[in-house]
């Protein structure tokens, strides 16, 4: 029998079926995009409302902010305010880091996470799960340690208010925790979006593994503009980089099974002989 004669053997497809599985697929996709949408929206929600509510003693956090700038002085960190003094001599550096600051981070990170969704499923659950992870030790941390960011210390200014871009002024100021520098989350969910970058097209093409390596200018871009905008010290960085470490030492990577990795660092029972 040829292979003709074996096709018109066949039973013809149901364009029916094959219609009514189409739209329960898109109603299913819908469904889990609504599903991830509200769980996202729901965790910047509560960070932004936990920073509202955790504003801490002023007191303490300008207590706070002079202990850790003369630890960052023994350490010999580089000074923020002379940085900060050096680019303030060029108006559009000091306008770009602004706006960096204040119209990058969210986007950049909403964009990622949307991009992770739609492409590569595994990859956005770990990423997820990494930001939540992150953020929600970050608000513990502003509930327990305020800080007053350089911005309010004596020595800095907030260019962000002198240019009218900072995101603390008018509705952002009832909002937004004035005392909650540390950790950077602006710093920490930078790095995070290179690495969701980079861990997808590290093996791609030649094209886009460059951009693997290209996309970890963005954390770097962020640190100098947290740092010149004097809304960040250098320690704030460095502890959302270790919760970031920490998140990955613990949370499973892309297609990992968590509780297969359990079971691995559980060892078998022996069996007495």
Not at 179 to 195: E, I, K, T, Y
Request: proline share 6%; hydrophobic share 50%; glycine share 6%.
């Amino acid at each position: 029998m040829t292979e003709v004669d074996r096709a018109a053997e066949r039973p013809a497809a149901d364009p029916g079926a094959d219609e009514a599985a189409a739209k329960a697929r898109r109603k299913r996709t819908l469904k889990d995009a609504a599903r991830e949408l509200l769980l996202v929206a729901l965790l910047f929600g509560v960070y932004k409302l936990g920073r509202g509510l955790a504003s801490g003693e002023e007191s303490t956090a300008f207590a706070n902010a002079k202990q850790l700038l003369t630890m960052q002085q023994n350490l010999r960190l580089p000074d923020e305010a002379a940085i900060q003094d050096w680019f303030m001599q060029s108006h559009a550096a000091v306008t770009f880091c602004n706006k960096y600051y204040a119209y990058v981070h969210f986007p950049a990170t909403v964009g990622v996470l949307l991009w992770l969704w739609i492409r590569h499923r595994e990859h956005y659950r770990w990423v997820r799960n990494i930001l939540a992870m992150m953020t929600g030790a970050a608000l513990i941390i502003h509930i327990l340690v305020p800080l007053a960011p350089p911005r309010k210390m004596p020595g800095f200014t907030d260019t962000g208010m002198d240019a009218g871009d900072s995101p603390y002024s008018g509705a952002g100021a009832k909002i937004a925790n004035q005392f909650a520098a540390m950790p950077s989350l602006h710093v920490g969910w930078a790095v995070v979006v290179a690495l969701a970058i980079a861990s997808v097209w590290h093996t791609a093409g030649t094209g886009r593994k460059v951009a693997s390596w290209v996309v970890w200018l963005h954390p770097v871009i962020t640190l100098m503009v947290v740092v010149v905008t004097a809304n960040h010290y250098w320690m704030d960085a460095v502890v959302a980089v270790l919760l970031m470490i920490f998140a990955l030492a613990v949370l499973p990577g892309p297609g990992h099974d968590p509780q297969e990795r359990l079971a691995r660092r559980i060892p078998a029972p022996r069996i007495a002989r």
